[in-house]
Nanobody, 122 residues
Framework: QVQLVESGGDLVQPGGSLRLSCAASGFKFNMYWMYWARQAPGKGLEWVSGISGDSGFTYYSDSVKGRFTISRDNAKNTLYLRMNSLNSEDTAVYFC???????????????RGQGTQVTVSS
């Protein structure tokens, strides 16, 4: 069965950096767009970034563009999110998610992980 397991969340000071990981299993990882999304307390789900199966295409929300970098290692079935220049508005639970269709980007997911908490505070 499909499993997505995030890790790497932590408490970090403003201006700091973190790298999140998402270990995927149960599907052909390199055939799917993968996404990072986040949910801050009391707010809805925000789509942060996405990457194509071959890493040829990426996108970022305006709120993280220039600070976050999405990547993947298809040999390890792992998705990453490098986060730099973190600020308090980045505090959220971060989820990885798998697109519902092979190859194409639909911005719809059918599976997501349990999330990892990122807290930015001094």
């Amino acid at each position: 069965q499909v499993q997505l397991v995030e890790s790497g969340g932590d408490l970090v000071q403003p201006g700091g950096s973190l790298r999140l990981s998402c270990a995927a299993s149960g599907f052909k990882f390199n055939m799917y767009w993968m996404y990072w999304a986040r949910q801050a307390p009391g707010k809805g789900l925000e789509w942060v970034s996405g990457i194509s199966g071959d890493s040829g295409f990426t996108y970022y929300s305006d709120s993280v563009k220039g600070r976050f970098t999405i990547s993947r290692d298809n040999a390890k079935n792992t998705l990453y999110l490098r986060m730099n220049s973190l600020n308090s508005e980045d505090t959220a639970v971060y989820f990885c998610a798998k697109d519902s269709r092979r190859v194409v980007r639909t911005d719809n997911y059918d599976y997501r992980g349990q999330g990892t908490q990122v807290t930015v505070s001094s």
